[in-house]
């Protein structure tokens, strides 16, 4: 589904640069394992979008993979730019669930093989943060896992455009969360963007424009790190 708009041409609203980004120690495995074997009370800051497509909603699951290097990352896609849902965008690994998943954390695993090749021998799972609802009907459970270095990807070329690792530091610190609005249609809807100035696969400088449900993930772990 094309958008109707540029999310990277939309003025910044603003910044959180007034919250605390999540401490370096924070970020390591141990303390990960730590955080998600007692977890604290929180609210996820965004749980739902609003619709701009009628149709009936659907359960859905992401791998949230952080990749235990010094230091951590994030694995990313880009999916491509002929996909039904979120073409273009920068999303998790995953997908819709089937019926024969026996739990959201089945469909995440199942999703980032079928995805990008990542083999669930590499990943610890941690657990899971409350679900999102996208504004495209699906209902989202966001399974967070530790991903040991050494795999190797073999992304699927009808989903995944690309594959690349963003900075965990990065993506848990609020200042780099930028906030937008957008009217359509008569609703005005407010959305997070996290710009990553990254590297592709040549090496060439890039931004990486990570917004929309995935940005919105992104900065209901930084809620669930900082709680």
């Not at 120690?25 to 609210?43: M, N």
């Not at 002929?82 to 959201?104: K, M, V, Y």
């Not at 695993?109 to 090749?117: K, P, Q, S, W, Y």
Request: one cysteine or more; a negative charge.
């Amino acid at each position: 589904m094309a958008l109707a708009f540029d999310p990277e041409a939309l003025p910044v609203l603003g910044c959180d640069t007034h919250l605390p980004a999540i401490a370096a120690g924070h970020l390591e495995a141990a303390a990960l394992r730590r955080r998600f074997s007692a977890p604290p009370e929180w609210e996820p800051e965004i749980k739902v979008e609003r619709r701009f497509v009628e149709r009936d909603v659907a359960a859905a699951s992401v791998l949230v993979p952080v990749v235990l290097r010094q230091p951590a990352s994030v694995l990313l896609t880009l999916r491509t730019d002929h996909l039904t849902d979120h073409p273009s965008q920068i999303s998790f690994p995953g997908g819709r669930a089937e019926a024969f998943d026996a739990d959201p954390v089945a469909t995440a695993l199942r999703e980032a093989r079928e995805e990008i090749g990542l083999g669930d021998e590499w990943i610890e799972i941690l657990g899971s943060l409350p679900t999102y609802t996208t504004g495209t009907g699906f209902i989202v459970t966001p399974v967070v896992g530790l991903v040991r270095p050494g795999f190797e990807l073999r992304p699927d070329p009808s989903e995944v455009a690309e594959v690349f690792e963003a900075p965990l530091a990065w993506l848990m610190d609020p200042a780099n969360h930028q906030r937008h609005a957008v009217e359509i249609d008569g609703i005005r809807r407010e959305f997070f963007s996290i710009p990553w100035p990254g590297r592709d696969v040549s090496g060439r400088p890039r931004r990486y424009f990570i917004w929309g449900a995935t940005a919105a993930m992104l900065r209901n772990l930084y809620r669930f790190l900082a709680a």
